[in-house]
DNA sequence: CTGTCAT
DNA sequence: ATGACAGTCCGGTCC
DNA sequence: GGACCG
C-alpha cells in the first residue's frame, strides 16, 4: 500500500504491481498512469456526470463487475452525487469525477472502463449528445460496421449537422451529435430512432433496430436506446479488457476506410497517435446544435 | 475504510 | 503496536 | 418479470 497526494487529497494506492493485461503484462500501476496521463481529455465527459465503473479487480480474464454507488468505505472528499433509484427505492451515491484525485481512486479499484451519463447532473433529463452505438451482430463484418457509419454521415451531413466517431474499442462505433441543451432524452431518442430507419431503408440487409437480439439476423444493431437518463457508453479514451488493452479512440471520418482495424488502437500507442493527430474530440461540448424540429 | 496476518 | 495487503460488487429501459 | 444495454 502506498499514499500518494494530489492537490491535497490523500489517495491510497494498492497492488500496483498485480497484472491486469497479461498477454502485455500491463499492471494496475500502468492504468492508474495511463488516466491520469489521458485526464485532461477526457476530463468533461466525467465532470458531473455519474459514472459507471467496471472493475477488473484479478485482471481483464477475472470476474468483473459494475459500480455506481460509492461504498462506504471510500474517501470523505471522493465526489459522489445523490439521485433517488426508483429500482431501489432510496438514493444511490453515484460517484462522479469531477477532479484528478477521484480519477486516481477509482483507478486503483481496478477500473479498466469508464461509463458515463451523457447527461449532466444539474439537467439529467437532457443529454449533451445525441449517440449512435454501433453493434455488429454475429454474422457482421467490421466493414459493415463502416458502411452503416457512412450512411448515417451521410444523412447528418445533409442535415447540416456536425457528428464525432469513435472506435467502442471492442468491435463497434460511436457517433455523438452534440446538441445544445433543453432536448430531453425523449427527443434525441426520436431524432436517431428517425435516421436509423432511414439507414435501414438504405441498407436492409445489413441493418437492424429490433430490440429483440432473436430478431436481429445477426446484422449491424444500430442502437439508439441507448441515450437515456442513467445509460452510459465507455468515454472517448476509456480503456477497454481486450488482450492488448485498446483504446475507445476517437477517429477522423476519412479514417474510415475497409483497411481500418478497430484492434490497432492500444495503449501501446495511444500517446504516438495523440502526439500525431491530436486530440479530435477536444471541442465537442463547445458545440450545441439544433435538432430538425420536422422531426421531433 | 475495515479486517487479517506477519513481524 | 505497526504496517502490508486485500477486498472492492448493477440500474434503467423496453417489451 | 425477463431481455438487453453499458
Ligand atoms: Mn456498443
Ligand atoms: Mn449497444
Redesign the pocket.
Known sequence: ??TIRINNFKV?L??LD?VLWPKQGYT?GDLINYYIDIYPLIQDFLAQRPL?L??Y??GING???????A??????WLSTYG??????KEA?NWITVNKLADLVWVA???SI?L?SWFSTINKPDEPSFAVF?L?PGDRSRFKDVIDIALVIKKIIDEMKLIAFLKT?GKS?LHIYIPIKTGYK??AS?IFLKSIAEMVIRVKPGLATIE????K?DGKV?I?Y??????????VPYSIRPTANATISTPLNWDELNPKLSPEKFTLANIANRLKKKGDLWSDILQIKQSLPSYLL
Open positions: 500500500m502506498s491510497e494498492s497492488n498485480k494496475k459507471s467496471k472493475s479487480p484479478d470476474k468483473s463487475f459494475f459500480q455506481k454507488n461504498p462506504d468505505y471510500a474517501p470523505h439521485i433517488y433509484s426508483r429500482h431501489r444511490i486503483n479499484r481496478a472502463e461509463h452505438d453493434d467502442s463497434g432524452f425523449t431518442k430490440w429483440r437480439k432473436k436481429r444493431y442502437d436506446r441507448q441515450n437515456g437518463r442513467g445509460k452510459t457508453l465507455p
